[in-house]
């Protein structure tokens, strides 16, 4: 059973420019939340979807936007890119019990801004 | 502010010393502590989560407790192929079911 699968894993865009991630969830998962992890920190909450909808936001700027798409997979967008923007980006998907037995992460995509 | 803290940042141990990590957090109405193993370039793996103080789980030579203030990761006598970077997060009232995690414990094992 694959697990959650992030395409690209690396990438390189110039200030200014503009990054679609994609992610594809566990099997059986419905519910996938993006997190950006920059080096030597923790990961940090940007938003999940569920049934297609923006869910929860945690403390990003409009320049990063997603969606969901009907068979649970998931895009993060982010526009007018900045150097500080360069990090690791994970995708983490859950069937709704992840709050209590824990949200399953794809290996992430590292984008570096240039 | 809701936050959750590790220490050490690092940590270097030789094969077979045993030692523990922490975790502090200053979150309101706890919901659950998770604990994440992460390996260079790699999305964290999920190793325990623990609900209420006094709850202790174990898997191999990793053993999570959970008081009221803090978590701790014990490790019994590691082996080199459990240095990684250990992630605390909680999930908690004002987090809605998303997680806040601390920035990790490096751990190190020496053959």
């Known amino acids: 059973d694959a697990g959650v699968t992030q395409s690209p894993t690396h990438l390189i865009k110039t200030r200014g420019q503009q990054v679609t991630l994609r992610c594809s969830p566990k099997?059986?998962?419905?519910?996938v939340s993006w997190y950006q992890q920059a080096l030597g920190q923790g990961p940090q909450f940007i938003f999940q979807?569920?049934?297609?909808?923006?869910?929860q936001r945690g403390n990003f700027p409009d320049r990063f936007s997603g969606h969901q798409f009907p068979n649970y997979s998931s895009e993060l967008n982010v526009n007018a890119l900045l150097l500080g923007d360069s990090a690791l980006y994970l995708c983490?998907?859950?069937?709704?019990?992840?709050?209590?037995?824990?949200?399953?992460f794809g290996s992430g995509t590292r984008l570096t801004v240039v | 502010e809701d936050q959750v803290t590790q220490s050490p940042e690092a940590l270097r141990l030789q094969e077979g010393e045993s030692s523990s990590l922490n975790c502090s957090y200053t979150?309101?109405?706890?919901?659950?502590l998770f604990w994440y193993r992460q390996d260079p370039g790699k999305g964290p793996e999920f190793l325990f989560t623990?609900?209420?103080a006094g709850e202790e789980k174990e898997k191999e030579r990793l053993k999570a407790t959970l008081t009221k203030k803090e978590s701790f990761l014990h490790i019994t006598a590691p082996k080199p192929e459990d240095s990684a970077t250990y992630l605390c997060?909680?999930?908690?009232?004002?987090?809605?079911?998303?997680?806040?995690f601390g920035k990790g414990t490096k751990l190190s094992v020496k053959p």
């Open positions: 623990l609900y209420s």
């Open positions: 983490a998907s859950s069937d709704g019990t992840g709050y209590r037995y824990g949200y399953t």
């Open positions: 997060a909680a999930n908690y009232g004002g987090s809605q079911g998303n997680l806040i």
């Open positions: 979807y569920y049934e297609e909808e923006e869910r």
């Open positions: 099997s059986g998962h419905d519910t």
């Open positions: 979150v309101s109405g706890l919901r659950g």
